[in-house]
C-alpha cells in the first residue's frame, strides 16, 4: 500500500482550464502538505492543514486551492492554468510537526500548454 | 527566512569515485534532513540529522551536521550508477514547513 498517494501523476492541459490534483494518505497522519517543485527543481512549500485547518498559506496565486475534506485527503485546485504552472507537485503528511515522520507522495507532473 | 544553498548543483563522477555536497544554511540549522529524488520518482527520505556533529550513514552515505558552521555534508562513497538522482537538503524551519535547497543533481558514469 502506497503511504501518499497522488493522482494524476501526469498531467497535460491547456492554458485556462481548471484542473485537481488529489492526495490521499493512510498513515493516520494529521498534517498534510503541497509543495511546488520547479523547472529548477527548486522545491517550495505552498500550504500545509493540520486537522483539515489551513495552517500554512505560502504566497502563492489565489487560483490555488487546497480542500481538505478529511484528514487523510488534501486536495489542490487550480483555477484558470497558466504556463507558469507547468511543475511537478508533491502532497507529504507528517504526525503533527514532527517532520522525522514527513512521507512524500510521488508527485504529479503538470504541464501546461 | 532561512535559505539552504547546497554546492555543487551538478556533479557528473565516474563509478566508483567519492563524491561529497554540501548544504549550507544562513540561519541555525535544528534539524536537517537529505532526500534523494530520482528521475520521474518521487522523494526519498536518507537521514536526518539533529545535533551538532551527528553523523549517520546508509549504506555508502554519510551525512554530518556542522552546527558552528551551520552546513551539512553528504559524502558517497565508491559511487554508483544507482546513487544518481538528485539530492535535496532540507531545513526544519516553523510548523513543520521544510525548507529546501535548490538541489544538486548527481551522474554516475559507468
Known amino acids: 500500500d502506497t503511504a501518499v498517494s497522488q493522482t494524476p501523476k501526469y498531467l497535460v492541459t491547456q492554458m485556462g482550464n481548471d484542473k485537481s490534483i488529489k492526495c490521499e494518505q493512510n498513515?493516520?497522519?494529521?498534517?498534510m502538505y503541497w509543495y511546488k517543485q520547479d523547472s529548477k527543481k527548486f522545491l517550495k512549500i505552498m500550504f500545509s492543514?493540520?486537522?483539515?485547518?489551513?495552517?500554512i498559506n505560502e504566497t502563492v496565486p489565489n487560483r490555488f486551492s487546497p480542500k481538505s475534506p478529511d484528514k487523510a485527503h488534501l486536495n489542490l485546485h487550480i483555477n484558470s492554468l497558466e504556463l507558469g504552472d507547468s511543475a511537478v507537485y508533491f502532497c507529504a503528511s507528517s504526525q503533527g510537526y514532527s517532520l522525522n515522520t514527513i512521507y512524500f507522495g510521488e508527485g504529479s507532473w503538470l504541464t501546461v500548454v | 527566512s532561512q535559505e539552504l544553498e547546497q554546492s555543487p548543483q551538478s556533479l557528473i563522477v565516474q563509478e566508483g569515485k567519492n563524491l561529497t555536497i554540501n548544504c549550507t544554511s544562513s540561519k541555525t540549522l535544528y534539524g536537517l534532513y537529505w532526500y534523494k529524488q530520482k528521475y520521474g520518482e518521487g522523494l526519498i527520505f536518507l537521514m536526518m540529522?539533529?545535533?551538532?556533529?551527528e553523523e549517520k550513514s546508509h549504506e555508502k552515505i554519510t551525512a554530518k551536521l556542522d552546527e558552528k558552521k551551520q552546513q551539512s555534508s553528504l559524502h558517497i562513497t565508491a559511487s554508483q550508477p544507482s546513487h544518481a538522482g538528485i539530492y535535496l537538503c532540507?531545513?526544519?524551519?516553523?510548523?513543520?514547513?521544510?525548507?529546501f535547497g535548490q538541489g544538486t543533481i548527481l551522474t554516475v558514469h559507468p
Open positions: 498513515l493516520g497522519h494529521d498534517t
Open positions: 492543514y493540520n486537522n483539515k485547518e489551513l495552517i
Open positions: 540529522l539533529q545535533k551538532g556533529g
Open positions: 532540507g531545513a526544519d524551519t516553523s510548523y513543520g514547513k521544510l525548507t
